[in-house]
């Protein structure tokens, strides 16, 4: 039998990685704005979303001013190659706060789909 080799994300260009990360990162915002959890964690791999508190995720998504109000506008600034995982980073501002914020999405296959192992706005 042949051994088909598992994809390697960190293959892939710099354009490529943003193409399959920025619908992740759009429903992530969308998702946190209207604090639909079940949805917010739907593209998380199995042992994010394992770690992932329900009730800590509720809590933040009720409280945090910021969480709750992302703008859709973001700007791609760079990506991080390590291991089998690539780092996405974005400049992310939201609709109520001023200034700007890092968003951090970490990309990587399970299963043979792209899905995110970390996310976290700084």
Do not use: C
Not at 34 to 62: C, I, P, R, T, W
Not at 95 to 113: A, C, H, I
Request: charged residues 25%.
């Amino acid at each position: 039998m042949l051994a088909v080799a598992s994809p390697n994300i960190t293959e892939k260009t710099d354009e490529e990685i943003f193409a399959m990360a920025r619908p992740l990162w759009r429903d992530l915002v969308k998702y946190s704005n209207e604090g639909k959890y079940g949805d917010f964690v739907k593209n998380f791999s199995s042992s994010l979303a394992l770690a992932m508190n329900q009730v800590v995720a509720g809590h933040q998504f009720a409280n945090s001013e910021l969480a709750r109000n992302l703008s859709e506008e973001i700007d791609p600034l760079g990506v991080i190659r390590r291991g089998e995982h690539v780092t996405v980073l974005y400049r992310q501002r939201s609709t109520k706060k001023p200034g700007e914020w890092l968003g951090r999405l970490v990309l990587g296959y399970e299963d043979g789909k792209v899905r995110i192992f970390g996310a976290t706005i700084f």
